[in-house]
């Protein structure tokens, strides 16, 4: 990604308070690692301060409330001490910290121990914190799968997001030793609803799934999505300010303080009119419950977000 001068914290609080006032209602605290952020907890407290406003159905009709947006801090745990679980009990946020493995933490994190992690999600619910895992499961750590959820849910997560790995960064030089094919892609599915419905708790996979490629249809404790959200249901604003349609994207559009140019941008609505299915989904009949998996991550790896996904490429059936 392009590198430029980021938001002043001033700055960031701006454009928050617009983002509201536009009718975004939820927001994520996220990176690279949001805690290594100077001035992270005065954009926390602004944002908590604000008010959003929340159209909802009842009955015939519709029904506008104004309360405090919704708020997540998404981290990788390593930094998060007594103080970051003050102020996530303070302001209400969901606190999601991820487990990469238990045995194979050190090899995917270059640092730190998967007990910090597990520590720190015991002590986030001496807080009374609501908490998620994070796990990005790769062909290295797929084997140890279910003692990494069942851990992270002993020690106090209240919920799963799974992912399958997706190459983009320094990742796309280890794509051939992380990446999951189609037969993993399933195990690591069954592994995730096997342990939540042992521990009666709730997940979602974060990336959406080409349909012909999930086997199962009946998973209870685990949501499987299939169509993209990406420019719809949420968005990505930069460090410097700019607006990507998620965190996969590598393209930057336009900035956070002229957003309303986003509707005219060709491929901001590339995503949010979904004109963006590979050539060889066109005739599929599930086309219109499917975006034929992760659009991004289509595009960081052949250049273009109507390619097809990495799982229904040749070299990775």
Known sequence: FPKNPELTIDEWKTHITHLLELGVTSIAFTGGEPLL?????????????????VITTQGNGLVVQQRPPKLFLISNGALVDDKVLALCRTYGLHLSMSLPGLKSYSYHTQSGSPDTILENFRRAKT??????VNIAVTRKNIDEL???????LLAGADSLLINRFLPGG???AFAKDLTLDVAQVNRMLDIAE???????????????LPRCCVY??????????????????FFVVGPDGHVRTCNHSPRVLEHVSQIEKLKDNPYWTQF??????PTMC????????CDGGCREGAHVLYGDPSAPDMLLAPDHR
């Not at 279910?146 to 992270?152: D, L, R």
């Open 37 to 53: 952020k100077e001035g992270i907890q005065d954009i926390i407290a602004h944002a908590a301060r604000l008010k959003a406003h």
């Open 127 to 132: 807080y009374g914190l609501q908490t998620t």
């Open 146 to 152: 279910s003692g990494t959820i069942a851990e992270a």
């Open 170 to 172: 320094r990742g796309l």
């Open 194 to 208: 096997e342990v939540l419905a042992a521990a009666n708790r709730f997940g979602h996979v974060g990336t959406e």
């Open 216 to 233: 199962r249809r009946d998973y209870r404790h685990l949501a499987v999505g299939n169509r993209c959200a990406a420019a719809q249901e």
């Open 272 to 277: 949010a009119f979904r004109d963006y299915h």
């Open 282 to 289: 066109q005739t599929c009949t599930e086309l219109f419950d």
